[in-house]
């Protein structure tokens, strides 16, 4: 059964793909419900002695994960491992007047897995924003603890939870039908960082999971607790991260292509976003200069939307829009309805998934090079463009700026080693600069490190999606690079220039410094 939509991440133990869905929208697929239900049943735990039925497995029905999946601010990521469910995390997105509440209602991985970090990267996934009040669980599992702190980098501390969590727990128990309304309580009347769900789980193999969880520099500090309480596990903002390590560095840009996919999936490109309304006079432009005729092929690499395409194709060209995105394509076809089957899903990377031509012209605009921040993909992706072109056939690319936005960062936004990087990455604040403005060269919202630049971006405004935070990293480009790049690619360059959207013809020319050249556009012809 595959999931809703799936992202690759890098090799780990396991090639495991992840989803996640608005939990609404998941509460509606039966299959992937009765999935939940079933992995739910066969790993979750045991009955203790005064459970339901001692001994036995704990089940829950999938009416009852149907239940967990209606309350709107809910979402379900799943991993898989050969489109086999590993592992699924429900979870809610809580607005309290204390803040953003991130909290986990169950979280389920297969034990072959759990050594794997995949509940890690399920929270990951949960855990996006950097701006919540507090992330947690109440669980009986000591690995669902440590999987909270490592994915929050922030250890669970008892005096915290004991001052902080009776006026957390108030809220969330509205949402969350099994939590009390108060923490537990010690002999002395103290709170103490645990609940009394009344969930009967059993604890033959706590003490052994307490140890390993308790090992190395991560001493245990939550208690012990008794049959039928669960360890009211949160982590909180005031609380100082850890500082990013390598590894987590890593997994934080774990499946480099779902990030950026994932960014321009997230944006709404309304008719009033600034990437989005100047397809027709730039449609002009690019027809003046490559002198089409009519019926000519034209392809457009990275069509997202299919702005352009429907541009062309309404003025008789024989237009053909791909995108690496099923999400934006489908997004394309809806929106250009009577052009349906000009759009269709491709990995412009690969040569084999593009249409055969051969094309008059190949568009790829609007930054799609440099999107992966990977030289060796720009190279892929040209080749396989100038092989679908006719002799003598245009190309036109637009890429990002470099010079627009290098020499105004900040010393601290231009470090120069790894710690320092990831220092800088740290304190980096994130905008909506993507989904409401457009313009990524704030260099309040930037980062570059060897050659890449950095930004965190938040996504909220779109119906069709829940709120998100991506780190994201493109590449950008000066003048001398990009042409050395289409000459590598096998494509004659006929011009390069510093344009500003919507305004390629401006004579004079903008400088290549000047912040109002955000593009460098590149005129290019196949031998």
């Known amino acids: 059964m595959p999931p809703r939509r799936i992202l690759a991440s890098e090799p780990q133990l396991w090639p495991v793909a992840w989803s996640w869905t608005p939990g609404p929208q998941a509460s509606k697929d039966v299959d992937l419900i009765a999935a939940c239900a079933e992995l739910y049943g066969q790993e979750y735990g045991k009955w203790g002695p005064r459970g339901r039925h001692p001994g036995d497995w704990v089940r829950m029905s999938p009416t009852q994960i149907h239940r967990l999946l209606e309350h709107g601010d809910s979402w379900l990521s799943c991993a898989y491992v050969d489109d086999k469910l590993a592992g699924y995390c429900i979870a809610i997105r809580l607005h309290t007047p204390l803040g953003l509440v991130a909290w986990i209602t169950q979280l389920v991985v297969r034990a072959i897995y759990r050594q794997g970090r995949v509940a890690t990267q399920m929270l990951y996934s949960i855990w996006q924003f950097t701006d919540c009040y507090a992330w947690g669980l109440a669980t009986a599992n000591p690995y669902a603890v440590r999987a909270l702190e490592t994915a929050t980098r922030r250890p669970c501390r008892q005096q915290l939870i004991r001052n902080q969590g009776s006026d957390l727990l108030r809220y969330l128990s509205a949402a969350v039908d099994y939590l009390p309304e108060e923490l537990a ?80 999936e997230g944006m709404t490109l309304d008719a009033r976003h600034a990437w989005n309304k100047h397809a027709e006079v730039e449609v002009d432009a690019i027809s003046a200069w490559s002198s089409l005729e009519p019926d000519a092929q034209v392809l457009d ?64 605009l609007y ?40 020499h105004r960062l900040a010393p601290e936004a231009r470090p120069q080693t790894m710690p320092e990087f990831i220092n800088a990455l740290e304190k980096l604040p994130p905008s909506h600069t993507m989904e409401r403005t457009g313009d990524i060269f704030d260099p309040g919202f930037l980062v570059y490190y060897d050659g890449i630049h950095y930004r965190k971006e938040q996504f909220d405004l779109a119906s069709w999606r829940l709120p998100s935070e991506v780190v994201v990293r493109d590449r950008r480009y000066d003048q001398d690079g990009l042409r050395e790049l289409l000459k590598r690619c096998g494509a004659n360059v006929v011009s390069i220039r510093p344009v500003q959207a919507g305004h390629w013809d401006r004579d004079p020319p903008l400088g290549n410094d000047d912040i109002r050249a955000k593009e460098l556009l590149a005129v290019a012809r196949r031998p």
């Not at 040209?382 to 006719?390: E, G, M, Q, Y």
């Open 185 to 264: 309580i010690d002999a002395q009347g103290h709170p103490q960082p645990r609940v009394n769900t009344e969930f009967f789980v059993s604890h033959a193999e706590l003490p052994e999971m307490r140890r390993l969880a308790g090992r190395g520099e991560r001493p245990w500090d939550l208690g012990d607790i008794s049959e039928g309480e669960e360890w009211f596990a949160c982590t909180f903002s005031s609380q100082q991260p850890t500082t990013i390590t390598d590894e987590h560095l890593t997994e934080l840009l774990v499946g480099s292509d779902h990030i950026w996919i994932h960014a321009y």
């Open 301 to 364: 690499i990275g069509c997202g939307n299919g702005r352009h395409t429907a541009a062309l194709a309404r003025r008789g060209f024989a237009a053909f829009g791909v995108d690496i995105s099923a999400t934006l394509i489908e997004r394309a076809r809806e929106v250009h309805h009577e052009l349906r089957d000009h759009f269709g899903v491709a990995d412009c990377r690969d040569a084999d998934q593009l249409p055969p031509g051969p094309f008059q012209l190949a568009l790829c």
């Open 367 to 406: 930054d799609v090079i440099g999107s992966s921040a990977f030289i060796a993909h720009d190279e892929a992706m040209l080749r396989a463009i100038v092989s679908r072109l006719a002799p003598g056939g245009h190309l036109v690319v637009t890429v990002l700026n470099a010079d627009a936005t290098l």
